[in-house]
Nanobody, 123 residues
Framework: QVQLVESGGGLVQAGGSLRLSCAASGRTFSSYYMGWFRQAPGKEREFVAAVSRYGATANYPDAVKGRFTISRDNAKNTVYLQLNDLKPEDTAVYYC????????????????WGQGTQVTVSS
């Protein structure tokens, strides 16, 4: 059982940066693959990033590749998402999620979800 709490969102101008954090409660954090998803106003939730259990590999969609970086610190039970060169189209609620299956892009493969943190990028 894992509970996830996101933080670090806010309002930023285009071209700026944010670092999102997701703190997990539970005794087996390193057993989970971790991912980030986002949901923009009026749109469906979409995959943003995922990382393997010990941070060796990461997956990103083309929309964020080269701008976003996912990482994790298992000693702190925390996963991060570094957002660089933000664009207005990045505006969304960002959710972290935990999976026992793998660092995939399909949201139904994730077992636990946080409540989200708002990222707003102004032009």
């Amino acid at each position: 059982q894992v509970q996830l709490v996101e933080s670090g969102g806010g309002l930023v101008q285009a071209g700026g940066s944010l670092r999102l954090s997701c703190a997990a409660s539970g005794r087996t954090f390193s057993s989970y693959y971790m991912g980030w998803f986002r949901q923009a106003p009026g749109k469906e939730r979409e995959f943003v990033a995922a990382v393997s259990r010990y941070g060796a590999t990461a997956n990103y969609p083309d929309a964020v590749k080269g701008r976003f970086t996912i990482s994790r610190d298992n000693a702190k039970n925390t996963v991060y998402l570094q957002l660089n060169d933000l664009k207005p189209e990045d505006t969304a609620v960002y959710y972290c999620a935990a999976s026992i299956a793998g660092p995939g892009f399909r949201q139904y493969e994730y077992n636990y979800w946080g409540q989200g943190t708002q990222v707003t990028v102004s032009s």
